[in-house]
């Protein structure tokens, strides 16, 4: 089993609809990242935890809202979905300090 | 100014060539620096992390690190195929961990 599971894998919803995202962790780590991927811009930080009571927003939050439910888990929330927000998510675990991140499989949302 | 920024490529270098991946950073008190390749579709996946300026090698993979011009740099010796990946740059700053938006590598056959 993979360290760092996300699901769904793939996912197409209609505009205006909630969806979750959803991260899991076995690696123990403190901190949790959900990041999106777009053709020609890289990754790009949506929100970061630090530990399950601390929640920050990355650079490009808006539209977007997360919980951390336990250590182990990170869930990524589009409140109303719109086609601009089709990408690959990924979500990363690191432990504290400056070291390295694990990242999941990947979920590809498309939103029509 | 971003945070991190690297050459978008694409990069192209023949079967057993050197390829040469270049980053430059902004935040001059980023202690950590890390080298992840991304195949097509897939996660990316650490292949290297440096943390003292010089080189650090493992195999084919050599990470430069210079903090006074804040550039960090792979180079990839023996190129295969299988390399043909986007490489990401990624450097912790500001307590984050901050990407650059990838070089695409391919090696010819």
């Known amino acids: 089993d993979a360290d760092v599971t996300q699901t769904p894998r793939n996912r197409i919803t209609k505009t205006g609809k909630r969806i979750m995202l959803e991260c899991s962790q076995t690696?123990?780590?403190?901190?949790m990242y959900w990041y999106r991927q777009d053709p020609g811009l890289g990754l790009r930080l949506i929100y970061y935890?630090?530990?399950?009571?601390?929640?920050n927003k990355g650079e490009i939050s808006d539209g977007y809202s997360v919980s951390r439910q336990a250590q182990a888990k990170f869930s990524l929330s589009l409140e109303s979905a719109i086609p601009n927000q089709t990408a690959l998510y990924f979500c990363?675990?690191?432990?504290?300090?400056?070291?390295?991140?694990?990242f999941g499989q990947g979920t590809r949302l498309t939103v029509v | 100014q971003k945070e991190v920024e690297q050459n978008s490529g694409p990069l192209s270098v023949p079967e057993g060539a050197i390829a040469s991946l270049n980053c430059t950073y902004s935040?001059?008190?980023?202690?950590?620096f890390f080298w992840y390749r991304q195949y097509s579709g897939k996660s990316p996946e650490l292949i290297m992390s440096?943390?003292?300026?010089g080189d650090k090698e493992d195999g084919r993979f050599t990470a430069q690190l210079n903090k006074a011009s804040q550039y960090v740099s792979l180079l990839i010796r023996d190129s295969q195929p299988s390399d043909s990946a986007t490489y990401l740059c990624?450097?912790?700053?500001?307590?984050?961990?901050?990407f650059g938006t990838g070089t695409r590598l391919t090696v010819i056959p």
């Open positions: 990363a675990t690191s432990s504290s300090g400056n070291t390295e991140a694990f």
């Open positions: 690696k123990g780590h403190d901190r």
């Open positions: 935890s630090f530990d399950v009571k601390d929640i």
């Open positions: 935040d001059r008190v980023s202690q950590s």
């Open positions: 440096i943390y003292s300026n």
């Open positions: 990624a450097v912790i700053g500001a307590n984050n961990l901050f």
